[in-house]
RNA sequence: AGGGCUAUAGCUCAGUUGGUUAGAGCGCUACGUUGACAUCGUAGAGGUCUCCAGUUCGAAUCUGGAUAGCCCUACCA
């Protein structure tokens, strides 16, 4: 077989993505003789491009399907995406705009035609994207949160709440975006602290003298015409004579009421709030409580309107200001202006000031729903990992808002409400109303907005499998098992879906949540667009594969952290890549197309018993940390099987042993290293599919090793599949040690030339013939012509020494010019070595150590004190023979 | 302001119920290639586990406090 001397994962990678999927090795059916395991692909937005955030959450996803895939389970990994209401809308208008076109022009139904066509184009790139990274999920069950299925699941659910009276509309102040002129959820706003300016501003007080006044503090002067009353607090001793007097607005003729409120802070600014009800969340509930007017002076654009005097009138919010402040100089009502810091609200989608606006919204009454999802968390039915989320999310459920789920947009599922335009009333249903349900009257208007895109989302455990209908799929699939999501859509996502499943269902929708780590840059950062800091996966999958780019992410992320990554980690996976294809190359080379034979494991050599049992130490690792969500543990388990246990120790004594000579220790040689080699390629499939797969096709078949037509439905190693040999592993392991302790002598007294080098060995009788069984591996191993055991330091001469558990090694000196540095770094390892004898010394001294220690750890303490104080002894002999 | 998280080698981080001489990768140093891999190997240097106090026979690990950094939530007229 032709096997070239580089890896070339591109033309790899598409062998075996189309081999897979011709072979529909991926998809899945419900059958009762099976377990299911589903996993929710967090459906991206049509408008998202592959980021590293997808990189590494799709890569978990994939190895916990892949593993459970082998693992006998029916996997279904549902992947599908999001229509995403503004981000799309935002995407078509912005080409509309090139061409000098606005929606309006279009009209509703056009524009959303667009937008379709927009998403028939390119909602699917992102999709596409993600199988270049390998992920398996059941690409036949493609969903879409815009498509009739979906869609009247949407339905179904807004139905049934507003039938449970958890839908109302109401007047409220919303989050309004004034580019994108819809309203926002909270969770949809993020606060940053900009450089304002705080305003000291005079309003004249009437009936208390020509000149009395009194000063307000605000950040907002332009939203002076909106106010409708002076706030103090009402033991504000400064301010008593006010309270129930009248100010003036400035520019204008109204006069507004002086009240009191505990709500006012007497230490901030001037200790005088000016109260505008209809632009400040918190200045609408001081309102209501006061029963104050709302007036609203805004436009949808945040321009000022008609309520405003007309030198401002149609200016922004912004001009506006500095309009007014001009005005108030003049009029020497400004009193001064101090320069300060406040955060202000931003919205996440137009990337503007938010402005608190007064509008009619449709909302989701949360309370009710939220109780069974707290509950549910509670009892454990739903557990996040890592477990340090749940605080957050009981503090979020514990104190959760309404919902405002109306959106002025046109791109959406539409609210299935309409207005009956004779009587008022207000009518839905699961099929469109022809009459009105109150008066009969035909004249009905179905209300303007879309759904918020959440309120799709959230169905995501459901409305792909069927629901509102009860499915086969729905009883098989439902509940999931594992969602794997940033923390950061916490509320907007993970929660709600928690909430609706136990609304119409009474499960949870999923057991195990993991929030996958945030990728940042080496700085910390976020990746993001505008700082142009991020690394497209695309290129680097390019360059290195998508293996590569898989297993440096999985090994370089834990469970809901923070990853710092540069394009030159990926060099990290590379070589693994390229370790584990030249290792496979080895073997080809060394062992030949040989067919396999059974291995006989008990009459394996030693270090091939050691071997095997490294194999087996690893399954029943990857099992534990697999199963505790520990992927980037995994992988380095999976890393050090291979490198240090296969490659390292298990390749070097092949090199010694296997003769090429057809014998039958040839033969079982051949057998137990290409059976462990496949081990090997089993547990690393799921985190490396591509290079596993086409290295599992290369390899000899084995008759210990049950073949399926591909590795991804070959069964993954566990603990019970590969024997154990833990005295063997023990055994050689000493050696290991010996071994190493003499190229550590060579290499420090460079003599890694010299081949000629007799090796005394001072050791008991049990050690002894432990080496002597395996010694011609062990000379080959560590590069002596001779060993020979002797009794006393005084048989060898003078020597480099080297100590451990039980032995003392010595080679002859070369020359005496070897003498002062030997005795410099004995002297330092006397000085080590007698450090741990004195603690360990002091410790035994110590009667409630001895009394209080449990017997193990004290039989143990022991032992390596007899250890380390023989070891002691045998530097301090080193030492003393220099003289 | 409230809540949470983190602090271990020059860098990035492991260290799962407290118990061998605290580990890995990268980086660094020395040595080693006539064929698995220089995308490599062997060996080495480098840590009073942020600080203080406490619990314990025993603390990187548990408790309290301090300091620093990060995140979340709310709000700042």
Request: with cysteine; glycine share 6%.
């Amino acid at each position: 077989m032709d096997f070239p001397t580089a890896y070339n994962p591109e033309k790899n990678e598409k062998k075996w993505w189309d081999f897979w999927i011709a072979e529909d090795l991926f998809s899945s059916t419900p059958d009762a003789s099976k377990k299911s395991f589903t996993v929710l692909l967090p459906p991206p937005n049509v408008t998202d491009r592959l980021h590293m955030g997808h990189g590494l959450n799709v890569t978990i996803q994939d190895i916990l399907t892949r593993w459970k895939r082998m693992s006998g389970f029916n996997c279904c990994w549902l992947p599908g995406t999001d229509h995403a209401g503004i981000a799309t809308q935002m995407m078509v208008e912005k080409s509309l705009q090139q061409e000098g076109k606005t929606r309006q022009e279009l009209g509703r139904e056009a524009f959303f035609q667009l937008c379709v066509e927009w998403k028939d184009k390119n909602g699917d790139i992102i999709i596409e994207q993600l199988k270049k990274l390998g992920a398996s999920c059941d690409w036949n069950r493609q969903a879409y949160t815009m498509s009739e299925g979906l869609s009247a699941a949407v339905r179904r659910i807004f139905v049934s709440l507003y039938e449970d009276g958890l839908v109302y509309r109401g007047e409220r102040l919303v989050n309004w975006d004034p580019v994108l002129q819809t309203a926002v959820s909270d969770d949809e706003v993020y606060n940053e602290e900009i450089n304002g300016n705080m305003y000291h501003i005079a309003y004249h007080v009437r009936g208390m003298g020509e000149a009395a006044q009194i000063v307000v503090a605000t950040t907002r002067p332009e939203t002076m015409f909106g106010d409708t009353a002076i706030a103090v607090h009402p033991d504000d001793e400064r301010y008593q004579a006010f309270i129930g007097k009248e100010a003036q607005v400035p520019f204008t003729d109204r006069w507004i009421p002086i009240i009191a409120d505990t709500y006012v802070k007497p230490e901030f600014g001037t200790g005088c709030l000016k109260i505008t009800p209809a632009h400040d969340p918190n200045d609408f509930e001081v309102g209501k409580r006061h029963q104050l007017p709302r007036i609203d002076i805004l436009n949808p654009d945040a321009s000022l309107n008609e309520k405003c005097p007309e030198f401002v009138r149609g200016q922004d919010r912004f001009q506006a200001r500095e309009t007014l402040v001009r005005g108030l100089k003049e009029s020497q009502q400004l009193q001064k202006t101090v320069s300060t810091r406040h955060s202000v609200p931003f919205s996440d989608r137009g990337k503007c000031i938010i402005e608190p606006r007064l509008s009619l919204q449709w909302y989701v009454k949360m309370q009710p729903l939220a109780g069974p999802a707290i509950q549910a968390a509670a009892n454990g039915d739903l557990r996040l990992h890592p477990d340090t989320w749940q605080k957050t999310y009981y503090h979020w459920l514990e104190n959760i808002q309404d919902w405002c789920i109306s959106r002025q947009l046109w791109w959406g599922h539409r609210i299935p409400i309409w207005y009956c335009q004779g009587c008022e009333a207000v009518n839905t249903g699961m099929v469109d109303p022809t009459a009105c349900s109150s008066c009969g009257g035909t004249e009905l208007q179905q209300d303007s907005d879309v759904l918020d895109t959440w309120f799709s989302s959230w169905l995501w455990p459901l409305s792909p499998f069927g629901w509102p209908e009860k499915t086969e799929d729905l009883a098989y699939y439902f509940p999931t098992d594992v969602l794997v999501t940033g923390a950061d859509i916490i509320f907007l996502w993970v929660a709600r879906m928690t909430m609706v499943s136990l609304y119409t269902q009474q499960k949870v929708p999923f057991r195990d949540v993991c929030f996958n780590s945030i990728i940042c840059d080496k700085e910390g950062r976020k990746f993001s667009k505008t700082l142009g800091n991020g690394i497209d996966p695309l290129q680097v999958i390019e360059s290195y594969g998508a293996d590569a780019v898989r297993f440096t992410m999985i090994q370089l992320a834990p469970l809901g952290g923070r990853v710092k990554l540069a394009l030159e980690d990926f060099e990290h996976g590379n070589r693994f890549i390229n370790k584990i294809w030249n290792a496979a190359r080895f073997l080809h080379g060394k062992l030949g197309d040989r067919a396999l034979v059974p291995v006989d494991f008990t009459a394996l050599p030693l270090p091939y018993q050691w071997l095997v049992h490294e194999l087996h130490v690893a399954t029943a690792r990857m099992d534990q940390q697999l199963s505790s969500y520990q992927m980037h543990e995994a992988a380095s388990t999976l890393y050090q099987l291979m490198w240090q246990s296969f490659c390292d120790w298990g390749v070097e004594v092949t090199k010694e042993s296997f003769e090429g000579n057809n014998s039958a220790s040839d033969w079982q040689i051949a057998s137990v290293v290409y059976w462990v080699f496949e081990g090997i390629l089993r547990l690393a499939s799921p985190f490396i599919p591509f290079l596993a797969e086409e290295l599992w096709h290369r390899i000899p078949v084995h008759p210990q090793w049950e073949r399926a037509s591909s590795l991804v439905i070959s069964a993954f190693p566990t603990p019970t599949h590969v024997p154990a040999f833990p005295e063997a592993a023990q055994q050689w392991s000493r050696l290991q040690e010996v071994i190493s302790g003499v190229r550590s002598l060579k290499s420090q007294m460079q003599m890694e030339k010299k081949k000629d080098i007799v090796l005394f060995l001072r050791c008991d009788a049990a050690f002894r013939s432990l080496l002597e069984s395996q010694l011609a591996l062990v000379q080959k191993l560590s590069g002596v012509a001779k060993v020979r055991f002797v009794g006393s330091l005084q048989e060898v001469g003078a020597c480099l020494a080297n100590v451990g558990p039980g032995w003392s090694l010595y080679i002859p000196l070369v020359d005496e010019s070897q003498i002062p540095k030997e005795k410099v770094r004995i002297s330092a390892e006397l000085q080590r070595v007698s450090k741990i004898v004195l603690g360990l010394e002091k410790k035994l001294q110590n009667a409630s150590f001895v009394q209080n220690a449990p017997s193990d750890v004290l039989v143990q303490t022991k032992a390596q004190f007899a250890n380390m104080s023989s070891q002691l002894t045998s530097l301090q002999e080193s030492l003393a023979s220099f003289g």
